[in-house]
């Protein structure tokens, strides 16, 4: 998000100098100052964030020992990595996840345009209830889920039994697993989203829909006139956070699935394909590459939905 | 019991071990991997038990938080010969222990004394991380002979001992005779074939079927299981360094399984992964569990705990069962050697072995010290988890066991399912094992 408003801020920097060298003088005045209250944010940044980067681009030029060491070997892990089918396979794989989990976002906005119709009954007993899962722990939602999966003695596979439907081994067949997985990242996701929504929604003044209403606007009109528009910036953010983290895939599906699970190469993610090259066959150089490459991926999702929102904006 | 008796398996879980004591004689420093942990041990130090009025402060880490209290036990006995060395116990859960000790190993900063387990040992010591044992058995401090040959086996890499076995585990059958009897099929008595395990396995499953009760499982752990059958049927995992898997013997031991799915004898590939065989077992929905010695403190807790009685494994070509153990180390790079092999050897000896044995939660691996396992449940015949030291075999591991270990996991539940045929997974995975063998 810092680029958008850098931008224009360099753009406009020649005009004022024009009229004013002394606008720079503050500055100047303040000498260290700003340096000495944004330094240690920055340091830490650039100690644990950016550093590690730049580190992790050099590893993934380097064939690794599994006790550090290594040695350069050129593109040859990313000329590895390239015909790997199991990057392929966990790519598709992270992108089912996340179309399923981004669904997640206009559910959100739905639930939360219930919760908040004026005159609801204990809406916060709601609020509460969809937020949980997101602060319960992944590990502990996963094992919760794992039970409800079971294929034989799961409640899911009961209640579709009720109904005369024979439900599959949920997260031992390949295809099925990653679908199990994706839903309960969804509704796990739902909490945090719905939060997000309904303070969007405490912004717009309630004056627009006294004034739609009086137009003879219905429900359903003003929710798609007034409601989604306005919604926009915090459905943008939404958007950007569920991509990246749905790109971050791991624990949720490390817990459900568990190591020792015959599905899981056909439903592995991203991170866990990094996971597995890193920590399991200890090949860090190759395990580096694949970070470059969920980076890479990340960042150019992001910048593309940055591009859209601009256009989005402004159309809007 | 290993690690955490519940939670199912990772195949490292075993045993303690015993401790041994050591010393360096050369251990060559060879393979490159300049990492700069261990390094060294050259052939300048010797062994010799410390005077008793060494001073020294030592770290000793270990995984299994149950085993805590044994462990001081031993320390304080230590403390007795050797009243100024401190020794402070560092217990990192199973999951992150190998992690951090390869961050450790990776910076310098092993600890003085540590737990091993067969899977992560060569990687160890084919980095030089370890100091040998060599010292110590010269010296007579420690007797290989008092353990399990197996285990030394297992912890000896290129002719140089490093670690004494601490405990051990072996596998055999838990069977619950209640099931037994519900389903009119008697208690097998005494050494068994493969064909009369496959034929009861199949008999309880059909006359108990409709209550969801099985005669049998497999399973995804391979040292409960694959392994076991894999030696029986007189093949190996490994042979010389190279994937033994595509062997007519380890087919066989892989087909067993394939088998006893197809005949209903066991839950599919898919109802274990749901619900792993030990949960089966425990429910009360299993006859009979291929499991480790470790299992008995799971099982003490549980419903079946009063039907239960153990059974040897079935002999195939011939009779066997896989045995693992964990053992004490010293770190190649210690500053305080000296006292840290002095502990290694004292958590060795018989004294503390049998302490840690009437601790009750492993089998010590000194010869004549594990009475109070068989004492412990007097009624399952736990002797047979120790008359299968006679025919045991170790469990199979190499410099990157945790690699190739990942593509069984990936490869073998077809072939157990049976949706392609064993020839031609274990055919692959023979290959593509050798490919990460040699890259080891």
């Known amino acids: ?316 | 019991m290993t690690t955490t008796g519940t939670r199912p398996a990772r195949r490292p879980r075993g045993a303690l071990a015993t401790t041994v004591a050591l010393l360096l004689v050369t251990t060559a420093c060879g393979g490159g991997s300049g990492s700069g942990g261990g390094g060294g041990g050259g052939a300048s130090e010797e062994y010799s038990a410390p005077d008793s009025d060494l001073s020294a402060s030592l770290t000793y880490s270990v995984w299994d938080q149950t085993q805590v209290d044994s462990i001081q036990q031993n320390i304080a006995g230590f403390q007795e010969q050797y009243p100024d060395v401190d020794v402070s116990v560092d217990v990192t859960p199973f999951g992150e222990y190998w992690t951090k000790l390869q961050t450790q190993a990776s910076s310098g900063t092993l600890p003085d004394l540590f737990w091993m387990n067969g899977p992560n040992f060569q990687l160890y010591a084919s980095n030089d991380f370890l100091a040998p044992l060599t010292g110590a058995v010269e010296a007579g401090d420690v007797d290989p002979a008092n353990y399990p040959e197996s285990l030394i086996d297992l912890y000896t890499y290129d002719d140089v001992e490093y670690g004494v076995p601490k405990d051990f585990d072996t596998i055999a059958i838990w069977a619950n005779r209640a099931i037994f009897e519900q389903a009119g099929v008697p208690v097998p008595e005494g050494d068994w074939t493969w064909e009369e395990f496959q034929s009861t396995a199949a008999q309880i499953s059909q006359a108990l079927g409709d209550q969801g009760v099985y005669g049998a499982a497999g399973g995804m752990d391979g040292q409960t299981t694959y392994y076991d059958t894999i030696y029986q049927a007189g093949g190996s995992v490994i042979e010389d360094g190279e994937s033994a898997y595509d062997t007519p013997e380890a087919q066989a031991g892989i087909d067993f399984w394939r088998e006893l799915i197809e005949s209903g004898g066991s839950p599919t590939m898919a109802q274990l992964t749901d619900t792993t065989a030990d949960q089966w077992f425990t429910s009360g929905k299993l006859g009979m569990y291929w499991g480790g010695s470790w299992f008995r403190a799971a099982l003490s807790d549980s419903a079946v705990a009063d039907d239960v009685v153990a059974l040897p494994l079935p002999t195939g070509q011939e009779q066997a069962t896989v045995i693992h153990g964990v053992s004490n180390v010293v770190a190649a790079s210690s500053d305080q050697k000296q006292a840290a092999q002095a502990l290694q050897v004292y958590l060795a000896s018989e004294d503390a072995q049998r302490q840690l044995g009437e601790a009750g939660s492993v089998i010590p691996a000194y010869t004549g010290t594990q009475d109070a396992f068989v004492a412990s449940m007097p009624d399952a015949d736990l002797q047979v988890f120790l008359d299968a030291l006679d025919y045991a075999q170790p469990l199979p591991v190499s410099e990157n066991t945790a690699e190739w270990n990942a593509l069984e996991v990936e490869l073998l539940p077809q072939a157990f399912s049976g949706a392609e045929p064993v020839e031609e997974v274990t055919t692959e995975l023979a290959q593509r094992m050798d490919t990460v063998l040699a890259e080891g």
């Not at chain 1, 380097?62 to 050129?74: L, N, P, Q």
């Not at chain 1, 089918?85 to 992270?94: D, G, V």
């Not at chain 1, 003044?205 to 429900?219: C, I, K, N, Q, V």
């Open chain 1, 1 to 316: 998000m810092a680029s958008p408003t850098s931008a224009p801020a360099r753009r406009r920097a020649p005009r004022a100098s024009a009229d004013a060298g002394g606008r720079r003088r503050p500055l100047r005045r303040d000498g260290a100052w700003p340096l000495l209250f944004a330094g240690p944010l920055v340091a830490g940044i650039a100690v644990f964030y950016l550093w590690p980067v730049v580190q992790t681009a050099w590893f993934s030029l380097t064939t690794s020992e599994v006790f550090g060491g290594a040695t350069f070997s050129g593109l040859d892990n990313y000329r590895q990595l390239f015909t790997d089918p199991l990057l392929y396979r966990s790519l598709a794989n992270t992108l089912v996840y996340t179309g399923v989990v981004l669904l997640g976002i206009p559910i959100a906005v739905y639930l939360a345009s219930l919760l908040n119709l004026p005159g609801l009954r204990f809406a916060s007993f709601y609020r509460v209830l969809y937020f949980l899962p997101y602060v319960a722990m992944p590990t502990a939602v996963a094992m919760v889920w794992r039970v409800i999966y079971n294929g034989d003695f799961g409640l899911l596979n009961y209640v579709l039994g009720l109904v005369g439907i024979d439900g599959p081994y949920w997260i031992s067949t390949p295809g099925a697993a990653i679908l199990a997985v994706s839903v309960v990242g969804l509704w796990s996701s739902l909490g945090f989203s719905m939060i997000v929504v309904a303070a969007g929604l405490k912004n717009i003044p309630p004056e627009y829909y006294e004034a739609a209403e009086l137009d003879g606007a219905s429900r359903f009109r003003q929710f798609r006139s007034i409601t989604v528009p306005l919604l926009s910036p915090s459905i943008f953010f939404l958007l950007v956070v569920t991509v990246i983290a749905s790109f971050q895939l791991f624990d949720l599906l490390y817990a459900i699935l568990g190591n020792a699970n015959p599905a899981l190469t056909q439903s592995m993610s991203l991170v866990y394909f990094f996971y597995q090259a890193g920590f399991v066959s200890n090949d860090k150089g190759y395990a580096a590459a694949i970070a470059m490459v969920i980076f890479a991926i990340i960042g150019v999702t992001t910048a593309v939905q940055f591009r859209l929102q601009r256009r989005w904006a402004q159309g809007g």
